[in-house]
């Protein structure tokens, strides 16, 4: 009976792996170019408190393969380099709910309705945000500093765009298989182990019966996705096992839209750096548009017919072998990640907690701020640890001030 139970967890969650898997490898393949390849200057139009530079911030989150802790670095470097807290706004809300990786993986497990429902819903988020922001009287725009830029931004430096073309293109791979995997991968591989367990263990009458009503089901995936850290991509096979058993597919939209776009570090970001009137337009932009982009996509489903929900098992007609093929290299890939152990010594330094990290994203951040004080002549961030040790000449005084101007104050002793 156990080995019953344990082949239909593990055919579920080789069912998942595959049919996700070659259109995820793809979306880690494109977002590597677009980490490398993008323009700096795309990143550079949004000082403005207008509504041009709310739609164009809105619209430059949509690709990028950041999730909602991994956006607030980029976020408080956009701030700090003179964007509007309107135009901040809408790229913290559009940038995490989405990104290409996430839109490829969308389709193939949840069909092409979905996967165009995510970003339109994002990019509406973000516009809606960005214009309730205008309306504040804080949102004009703060001069420029010059500082580094933040890691976790796509944009290239123009010394970066010097660089021969087989040289980035490295980096590109090196990115989209090893960073972005490594960032990703542990939710990536949780969502589809819950996701094969949903599918093995829960009666399909359990899940039909609590989830199949929206004045039921919405609250209740607005309460289980707004305060937890879940990923754009990590999302998608949860909520397609609980659509395949029976919950109606709004209410999977309602998950996947509020769960990646919302954490506790993000609202906290929100509060502190863009005040109070910020923090109510993107709670209230990200509850509306799930909320209407669930009812949404229920009656559109509604109206086609029950027959016609495009929950795609197997029905995007790949060979076998890719499907077989990219389901092993992921796999590969999403364990390396999860038990890649990175050299370190042993750190002799100054320690600080600091206990805003919270991914790969704010590690990389720190070191590159950590980097440009002098003096310093090592930096070692432990995720797990919240801890950052420094080594070199900088006075404590100086490391304290760069950890706190890039967004990562460390705990008083």
Known sequence: MKMDLLSKIIV?????????????????????????????????????????????????????????????????????????????????????TTGIDSILATYALLGPIFALTRPAAAFLAGILSGLLALKSPATSPVKAEASPA?????????????????????????????????????????????????????PESVISRSLAHPWLAYPAMLAAGIPMYVCATGSIPVAASLVSKGMLPGAAMVFLFAGPATNAATVAFVGKKLGFRALVSYLGSIILVALFSGLAIDRLYSSLGSGSFLFVHGQHHLPEGLRMGSGVFLLGLLLYS????????????????????????????????????????????????????????????????????????????
């Open 150 to 202: 933040a890691p976790g931004e796509t944009a290239s430096s123009a010394t970066w765009h010097k660089q021969p073309f087989l040289t980035r293109l490295v980096s590109a791979l090196r990115y989209g298989f090893l960073e972005l995997v490594a960032e990703v991968g542990r939710w990536v591989l949780a969502g589809l182990i819950i996701g094969s367990l949903i599918d093995a263990l829960i």
């Open 12 to 96: 579920a969650f080789w069912q998942l792996l595959t049919e996700m898997a070659p259109f995820l490898l793809f979306g880690f393949f494109l977002a590597g170019l677009m980490h490398v390849f993008l323009p700096a200057s795309f990143m550079e139009k949004l000082t403005q408190a207008t509504p041009a530079a709310v739609f164009r911030a809105a619209l430059l989150g949509i690709p990028l393969p950041l999730c909602s802790c991994g956006v607030i670095p980029v976020a408080a470097h956009l701030k700090k380099q003179g964007a509007s807290t309107s135009a901040t706004l809408a790229f913290l809300v559009s940038t995490p």
């Open 338 to 413: 999860y038990f890649r152990r990175p050299a370190t010594r042993k750190a002799t330094g100054l320690t600080f907690s600091v206990p805003d990290i919270s991914c790969q994203h704010c590690a990389r951040t720190i070191q590159t701020a950590l980097s440009s004080v002098p003096g310093v002549t090592a930096v070692q961030v432990k995720v797990k640890e919240k801890s950052v040790t420094v080594e070199g000449t900088a006075s404590e005084a100086e490391i304290v001030a760069a950890l706190t101007e890039a967004g990562y104050p460390p705990e008083k002793k």
